[in-house]
């Protein structure tokens, strides 16, 4: 089992649709929880961290519950350049390797 | 500023040719991670540098990979006798700080371009 499970892909959804990511790790000494943004082709890039009071940023919202070990990522009023695979990462302390999920690929389409 | 850069961007080895792999990561940065990226998965980190100590190698699949850098700048991953489920792109990342002190937030890791690698 891997340490980091994401919802399989794709979602293909409409520009303007809310479309909602869900993870689960299985390390519960995690401390760092993270979703990167990855284009084909290209490298991973932060997207944005995850707090456990939960945190928002323009259109993404991200959530956190440490009793039950899960990690969301909403995206509001989706963009055709929101099309990209979203990683779920997760470390356990400070500047350790980051353990990614497989990733979810997103199509919004017009 | 410049980011993190890998060379060469793509490789292309028959099987059982050995390949090195190039990383430049940003100046001044301490720390500095390898992982490799099979084709529809996620990073899986194959080794980390504090400066140019190899903290920890536990990811490396094989003692075919040996990686280094001995200046505490660039980093060199070597593959020996290269095999067909090697092939996978070779991310490079690095952060500013090092040291694994608990409750320290996680140092945002820059990843570079990345290297294709495709053994035939």
């Known amino acids: 089992r891997k340490e980091v499970e994401q919802d399989p892909g794709p979602f293909n959804v409409p520009e303007g649709a809310t479309v909602a990511f869900n993870c689960t790790y299985s390390?519960?000494?995690?401390?760092?929880f993270f979703w990167y943004r990855q284009d084909c082709r290209k490298e991973p890039k932060l997207l944005m961290s995850?707090?456990?009071s939960g945190n928002e940023d323009g259109r993404f919202t991200a959530q956190l519950n440490r009793a039950s070990q899960y990690i969301s990522l909403l995206i509001r009023d989706s963009k055709l350049s929101d099309s990209a695979t979203y990683l779920c990462?997760?470390?356990?302390?400070?500047?350790?390797?980051?353990?990614f999920g497989k990733g979810t690929r997103l199509s919004v389409i017009a | 500023g410049a980011g993190v850069s890998q060379s060469p961007r793509y490789k292309v080895a028959k099987r059982g040719q050995d390949v090195a792999l190039r990383c430049d990561p940003i100046s001044g940065h301490v720390s500095l991670f390898w992982y490799q990226q099979a084709l529809g998965q996620g990073p899986e980190f194959l080794t980390y540098?504090?400066?140019?100590?190899?903290?920890?190698k536990s990811g490396l699949p094989s003692d075919r990979f040996f990686a280094e850098r001995p200046e505490g700048s660039v980093s060199t991953l070597k593959i020996q006798r290269t095999q067909q489920e090697d092939s996978a792109v070779y991310l490079c990342?690095?952060?500013?700080?090092?040291?694994?002190?608990?409750?320290?937030?996680?140092?945002?890791?820059?990843f570079g371009p990345g290297t294709r690698l495709l053994v035939l």
């Open positions: 390390n519960s000494a995690s401390q760092s």
């Open positions: 990462v997760v470390n356990e302390m400070g500047n350790t390797p980051l353990v």
């Open positions: 990342a690095s952060s500013l700080e090092g040291g694994r002190l608990v409750g320290v937030a996680q140092e945002t890791q820059y």
């Open positions: 995850v707090y456990s």
């Open positions: 540098f504090q400066n140019e100590a190899q903290l920890d």
